[in-house]
């Protein structure tokens, strides 16, 4: 079965691996990368709005990535430093669900408030920006397909509609471009989740094995230890 953010409990796993399987959101390496990426995706598409866009739409643009990756490191130390039984995660699975829609609608907003301002290089350097950091966040978010999808839908949303709108052929053909490139996405995450859930199906099986065979092994040196002592005692008589 699959576990909050897409982590497997194999039938049998102890409890002991599971809790060294799960990592907190923020904290690991790949949610690391993510804010990283992330984080320099919000100055690079700032620096690059903010000669066309109204500077009011670039601040409040701004201070709302801000608020969401505060949240997002927030979150990750707080999960690092809970106490308790791991068995029930729901509750942090949820609020990481609502950062990763959180940094989704940060690019929304982008699309929405700042993207439409500019000639066609600041247009490219945009749809550039959306689609790099959207394919960034298969590697990255894919272990709850959940997780992905909240993030990648919001960030390019706002591209169909623009594009949709337009009048010009290349609107159009941008159009189509971008949504076969949504779908791709898609498929790509649902790859890369398949691959995940099997890689900790056989971590949790391997860890099984071992955890079966030095049992097996103590018992037999106890075995082995008892027989000696027998033979010891049999001899001295």
């Known amino acids: 079965t699959v576990d909050a953010f897409g982590l497997v409990k194999a039938p049998g796993a102890h409890a002991d691996h599971r809790r060294r399987a799960v990592r907190a959101p923020g904290q690991e390496t790949a949610g690391g990368v993510f804010d990283a990426h992330g984080l320099a995706g919000v100055g690079l598409a700032a620096l690059l709005q903010s000669t066309v866009a109204p500077a009011l739409n670039v601040v409040l643009w701004i201070g709302f990535a801000a608020v969401v990756f505060g949240a997002r490191i927030a979150l990750g130390v707080a999960f690092g430093r809970r106490t308790g039984d791991d068995g029930d995660l729901t509750r942090w699975e949820q609020a990481y669900l609502a950062t990763c829609f959180g940094t989704g609608l940060i690019w929304a907003l982008y699309g929405t408030f700042l993207f439409p301002y500019g000639g066609p290089n600041h247009e490219t350097?945009?749809?550039?920006?959306?689609?790099?950091?959207?394919a960034g966040g298969v590697s990255t978010?894919?272990?709850?397909?959940?997780?992905?999808?909240?993030?990648?839908?919001?960030?390019?949303f706002p591209l169909l509609i623009y594009f949709g709108a337009g009048s010009e052929r290349s609107h159009w053909v941008l159009f189509v471009g971008v949504l076969v490139y949504m779908v791709?996405?898609?498929g790509a995450s649902r790859n890369m989740h398949g691959s995940i859930v099997e890689g900790f199906q056989r971590r949790f099986a391997l860890d099984a094995l071992v955890a079966d065979l030095t049992t097996a092994q103590e018992k037999t040196n106890a075995a082995n230890a008892h027989l000696a002592q027998v033979l010891a005692e049999q001899t001295v008589i």
Request: charged content about 5%.
């Open 141 to 156: 978010l894919s272990s709850s397909r959940r997780a992905y999808l909240l993030y990648m839908l919001p960030t390019l």
């Open 125 to 134: 350097a945009g749809v550039i920006i959306m689609a790099g950091l959207a």
């Open 184 to 186: 791709f996405l898609a």
